[in-house]
């Protein structure tokens, strides 16, 4: 099935944007309302990064939306990059999912979409009714933050897509033991011709200027954890540096008391393309009692 390209204006202090959206929709079944699950990417990805994953979750009739955060794939590029960061990301988010039409949503984030759904669902009145988070959580180590920040805001110019290929294999190992063919779709999914055989990454390098410009320390959220409410899944790579075994664990004592699934075979982040990943996330969508219909 191929999803609808749509999108919505963003405001920053600069002006409108826009964020580009795909929108997955199940076949029209009557007198039945297909839940809505927004999937949102890590921090130099995109919306791409969950064909898979939408094309399940679709043909078992969900309703699947999946952003290009802003700066990211077909989304606009800030003109102030020190707008780059969680503020503009929520409101942002919050545009979509005005623009939904829809009282609640699940929300599936993979590292930085983890932590905006994170943020969303500790709000009062939020219309987040379950979280399943790939990856991330309330600590997040310097060390990993350190690892990051040396290859975000690269901008490399690959000469054919086999270079941007061997790119996307060595930074992203830490998504597991992909075959072929995931690999070439996921490089295919974080790229860009330049319309003379070469390629470049599908992001705005400018997203690592806030990086730069902050010592980077660990990262405490146990305050926003502790203010969830909603069931809440926690997907950890078996060798994550960025969600580290201790603080997974203490993700299930406190808060929302999230179930925890380890990935074997992964590190930060799993990819969620293969049938174990997708059908752990659909199965977790499917057995919850949410009061909306329209599972099967």
Partial sequence: MTPLIRSVRGLSAAGFHRIS?????????????????????????????????????????????????????????????MAYGFPQYLSDMTALLARLDVEAVDWIGTSMGALIGMLLAAQPGSPIRSLALNDAGPLIPRAALERIAAYVGMNPLFEDFAAAEA?????????????????????????????????????????????RAQAVEDVVLWPVWDAIACPTLVLRGENSDLLLEDTAREMTRRGPEAELVTIPDCGHAPALMDEHQISTLRHWLDRTDWPVSGRD
Avoid: K, M
Wanted: aromatic share 10%.
């Fill in 21 to 81: 959206y795909r929108e997955w929709l199940p076949p029209a079944t009557a007198g039945r309302t297909p839940a809505t699950v927004v999937c949102v990417h890590g921090l130099t990805r995109n919306g791409r990064d969950f064909d898979a994953l939408a094309a399940n979750l679709v043909s078992h009739n969900y309703r699947v939306i999946c952003p290009d955060v802003v700066g990211r794939g077909e989304s606009d590029r800030l003109s102030d990059p």
């Fill in 167 to 211: 790119f996307a294999r060595a930074t992203h190992a830490g998504f597991g033991n992909l075959t072929d063919a995931q690999w070439r779709r996921l490089t295919e999914a974080g790229v860009r011709p330049e319309g003379d055989g070469r390629y470049r990454l599908n992001y705005d390098p400018a997203i690592a200027e806030p990086f």
